[in-house]
C-alpha cells in the first residue's frame, strides 16, 4: 500500500518570503502522480500543481514549483513570494497508475498548515 | 470555483439518523469519487463512480452506500449513524478514470452528528 508522509504538522512564513513544504512518499510503482492540493479556511480543497513521475522536469504553477526526487520518493512544495492569502493546509497526495488498487484514488498525507505572517 | 457542487453545505442530525449527500460533477466528468475527512483520520477514499458503475471501494463502512445516477450526479446514504460519523464529505470528479486526470473538489458538506 502507498503512504504519504507530511512531517512538518505547522510552519510559518513572512509575507513575500519564500517557504518549503516536505513531503515523501512510499510505492512499489514506477508509474504514478503526484499533487499538492490546498485547503483555505473556507475549506475548499484546491489542486495547486502537479508531477507525473516519468517527467524529469519540475512542474511550475506561477510561484508555486516543486522538487521531484524520484529516487528518494520525495516531493516537495515551494512556495515564492508568499502572499497571505496562501495561508491554508497544504495536502500531498499520490495516485498510481498501476492495476494493484492505487489508481483510482488519492492518497493523501496528514496536512501542514502554513500560516503567511504580514 | 471547482464546478463540482455538493448540497448541504452543513448537515445537523442525531445519532441512529439517516442523510443522504448529494453531488454534482463538474460538467463532462463522468468519474465521482468520495472521501471523508476527519481529523483522526485525515482525508480518507471512500468510493468511486464511473458512469453510473460502482468502480472502486475504500474505507467505506456498510452503513454508508452511493450511487451515481444516470444524469451523472451522485448521492452518499449514511444511515445509522453514530457520533464518529461526524466529519467533512468531498466529492471530486474527473472526466475519466485515468490516473493522469486530476480530481476536482466541490466544497464539501459538514456533517455533525450530536
Known amino acids: 500500500a502507498q503512504t504519504v508522509t507530511q512531517s512538518q504538522p505547522e510552519m510559518s512564513v513572512q509575507e513575500a518570503e519564500t517557504v518549503t513544504l516536505s513531503c515523501t512518499y512510499d510505492?512499489?510503482?514506477?508509474?504514478?502522480?503526484l499533487f499538492w492540493y490546498k485547503q483555505p479556511p473556507s475549506r475548499q480543497m484546491i489542486l495547486v500543481i502537479r508531477?507525473?513521475?516519468?517527467?524529469?522536469q519540475n512542474a511550475t504553477e506561477n510561484r508555486f514549483s516543486v522538487n521531484f526526487q524520484k529516487a528518494a520518493k520525495s516531493f516537495s512544495l515551494k512556495i515564492s513570494d508568499s502572499q497571505l492569502g496562501d495561508t491554508a493546509m497544504y495536502f500531498c497526495?499520490?495516485?498510481?497508475?498501476?492495476?494493484?488498487?492505487?489508481?483510482?484514488?488519492?492518497?493523501f498525507g496528514k496536512g501542514t498548515l502554513l500560516t503567511v505572517n504580514p | 470555483d471547482s464546478g463540482v457542487t455538493q448540497t448541504p453545505k452543513h448537515l445537523i442530525t442525531a445519532t441512529g439518523q439517516r442523510v443522504t449527500l448529494r453531488c454534482s460533477p463538474r460538467?463532462?466528468?463522468?468519474?465521482v469519487y468520495w472521501y471523508q475527512q476527519s481529523l483522526d483520520q485525515g482525508l480518507q477514499f471512500l468510493i468511486q463512480?464511473?458512469?453510473?458503475?460502482?468502480?472502486a471501494k475504500g474505507n467505506i463502512l456498510e452503513r454508508f452506500s452511493a450511487q451515481q445516477f444516470p444524469d451523472l450526479h451522485s448521492e452518499l446514504n449514511l444511515s445509522s449513524l453514530e457520533l464518529g460519523d461526524s466529519a467533512l464529505y468531498f466529492c471530486?470528479?474527473?472526466?475519466?478514470?485515468?490516473?493522469?486526470?486530476?480530481?476536482?473538489f466541490g466544497d464539501g458538506t459538514r456533517l455533525s452528528i450530536l
Open positions: 497526495a499520490f495516485r498510481g497508475e498501476g492495476s494493484g488498487g492505487s489508481n483510482y484514488k488519492l492518497t
Open positions: 508531477q507525473e513521475a516519468y517527467k524529469q
Open positions: 510505492t512499489s510503482e514506477s508509474n504514478y502522480y
Open positions: 471530486a470528479s474527473s472526466v475519466g478514470h485515468n490516473s493522469n486526470q486530476p480530481q476536482h
Open positions: 460538467s463532462g466528468d463522468l468519474s
Open positions: 463512480y464511473y458512469n453510473g458503475e460502482e468502480r
